[in-house]
C-alpha cells in the first residue's frame, strides 16, 4: 500500500483517537487537529494525501475548513464526518466539493473501507503514466502524441493527455462526466450543462482510430460516464 498521509480533524478526543488507532494500524501515517483553528491551517498547508473533517468543530467550522481546503487544494480529497441529525450540512458539504461522508456512530471496517475507495480514485498523488498500450500502437503521454505502428504519429492536445491519462489512472471504472469536469476540467460541475467532454471523447476516438460504433479504448457506460479497458505502463 502507498505510504499515504491522512489529516483527522476532530474536536472528541475519544473519537479522534479511535479513529488515528484504526489508521496507524492499517499503516497509514496520521496527522491530527483537535479545533477548527488548527485544522484550517493544517487543511491548507500540510502535505497529505486525504482529509477526514468533523463538521462541529470549535472555532471554525468544519465546512469553512472545506471551503478553503477547496479554494487552495481542489483535487484534495476530502470526507466529512457528521452526526446522524446533521443531514442538511453533510448535503452542504458534498456541494462544497466533499468526495464522501460517514455518519456518526461508525464502524471502523466502514470508516476503512470508505478511505480507501476515495484514495483509489483520488487524483491528487496519481501513478506517473506515462505510456498507454492500444491497438496498434501506444499513447504516449510525455509527448502527447500516439504512435502507430509502421511509423504515423497523430498528435494530442494537452487537455486530450490529461483526459487519457486520468482514465487511464482509473482503468476499468466508469467515469462520470462531472467527476471529469471537477478532476480534469477543474471546474465545479454543479449546475454546469456541456457537451465539452464528449466532443474531447470523440476526437480522441478518432486519432485512435477507433470504430465509433464499437469502441474498445474508451468505452461508453450508459448512465454513468466512460471507462478506460486497457492495462497501463507505469513509470
Known sequence: MPNYRILVVEDDSAIREGIVDALTFEGYQVLEADDGDSGMAMGVE??????????VLPGP??????????????????????ALGEERDRVMGLNLGADDYVVKPFSVKELLARVKAVLRRSPERPLDVTEIPVPGGCIDLARCEIRF???????????????????AMNAGRAISRREIL?????????????????MHIARIRDKLKEDRSHPTVIRTVRGKGYVFGLEVVES
Open 46 to 55: 500540510v502535505d497529505c494525501d486525504l482529509i477526514l473533517l468533523d463538521l
Open 61 to 82: 467550522s468544519g465546512l469553512d475548513i472545506l471551503r478553503s481546503v477547496r479554494a487552495t487544494r481542489p483535487t484534495l480529497p476530502v470526507i466529512v464526518l457528521t
Open 149 to 167: 505502428e509502421g511509423g504515423d504519429t497523430i498528435e494530442l492536445s494537452e487537455r486530450e493527455s490529461a483526459l487519457l491519462r486520468y482514465l
Open 182 to 198: 471537477q478532476r480534469v476540467w477543474r471546474l465545479n460541475p454543479n449546475g454546469l450543462e456541456t457537451r465539452t467532454i464528449d
